[in-house]
C-alpha cells in the first residue's frame, strides 16, 4: 500500500512538471516573436532615424556646394568675357546648361554616370575657353561598355574646380589633367594640376571639405582619396565602387 502511495506521489509530480514544462514552452513560443518584433522595430526606427539625419546632412551639404559652384562658374564666365567679348553670348548658353543639369539634379540621390561626364566635360570645354591658349589641358574619360552606373550628383566637380582654380592662375607651364576610368563599376578618378610659385588665389575650401564629407556619408570606409602637394604637383586620387541602375 505504501509502494502504491509512492508511486501515486511520483506519477502526480510528474504530472505538474509536464504541465509546468508545457505551459513554459507555450509562453516562450508566444512571447519569442512579441519580443522579436519589438526589437526588430526599434532597431528599424534607428536605422530609419540615421538615414534620415544623413539625408538631412547630404542635404544641407548640397545646398551649401551649389552656390560655391555657381560663383566659381560665374567667375569663370566673367574672365572670359574680358578676354573675348564676341564669344559670351554663346558661352553664357553654355553656363545656362550647366546651371539647368545643377538644378535639375539638385533633387536626385543619383544621376546615370553618363549625364554627370558629360556635365563635367562641358564644364572642362567652359574652361579651355578661358585659359585654354596658354594652359595645357586634357579630359579623359574611359568607361567600359556597360553606362547603366549611377552617382551621386557633382561629386567629382568639387575635385575639377580645384584643378582649374589653383592650376591655371599661373601664365607659364600651367596644367590641369584629368583622367577617369570606369571598369566593372570601379571609379578611377585621377586629378593633377601644377601649382604656381606665387599663388596669390585666395581659397576656402569649402567645395573640397563638403565634398568629403559627401563621401563619407554616402560611402562610408568604402571609398579611397589621396591627395598629394608637393609644392610642384597638386594630385588627387580617388576610387569609389559604383552601384548599376535597377
Known amino acids: 500500500m505504501f509502494a502504491k502511495c509512492h508511486l501515486y506521489q511520483n506519477s502526480h509530480q510528474r504530472s505538474y512538471a509536464y504541465q509546468l514544462a508545457s505551459v513554459l514552452g507555450t509562453l516562450v513560443c508566444i512571447l519569442s516573436p512579441i519580443i522579436v518584433f519589438k526589437f526588430y522595430r526599434i532597431h528599424r526606427k534607428q536605422t530609419d532615424a540615421a538615414l534620415l539625419f544623413n539625408q538631412m546632412q547630404l542635404n544641407s551639404l548640397k545646398g551649401q556646394l551649389n ?48 549625364d554627370e561626364l558629360e556635365f563635367i566635360n562641358s564644364y572642362v570645354q567652359l574652361e579651355k575657353e578661358r585659359v585654354g591658349y596658354r594652359c595645357d589641358i586634357t579630359f579623359e574619360s574611359k568607361v567600359d561598355k556597360d553606362y547603366t552606373y549611377k552617382i551621386s550628383p557633382m561629386l567629382l566637380i568639387a575635385f575639377i574646380e580645384n584643378a582649374f582654380k589653383h592650376g591655371t592662375c599661373a601664365i607659364e607651364n600651367c596644367f590641369v589633367k584629368i583622367d577617369i576610368t570606369v571598369e566593372n563599376g570601379l571609379l578611377k578618378l585621377h586629378v593633377t594640376n601644377s601649382i604656381p610659385k ?23 570606409k568604402d571609398y579611397k582619396l589621396d591627395i598629394n602637394d608637393d609644392k610642384e604637383t597638386y594630385v588627387v586620387d580617388l576610387e569609389i565602387q559604383l552601384k548599376k541602375f535597377l
Open 67 to 114: 552656390p560655391h559652384f555657381l560663383f566659381n562658374t560665374f567667375n569663370t564666365l566673367y574672365g572670359i568675357s574680358l578676354e573675348f567679348p564676341d564669344r559670351t553670348p554663346d558661352l553664357i548658353m553654355k553656363v545656362s546648361q550647366l546651371m539647368r543639369y545643377q538644378l535639375e539634379s539638385n533633387s536626385k540621390q543619383c544621376v546615370s554616370l553618363e
Open 198 to 220: 606665387k599663388n596669390d588665389v585666395i581659397s576656402t575650401k569649402i567645395g573640397l571639405k563638403n565634398t568629403i564629407e559627401r563621401l563619407n556619408l554616402i560611402y562610408g
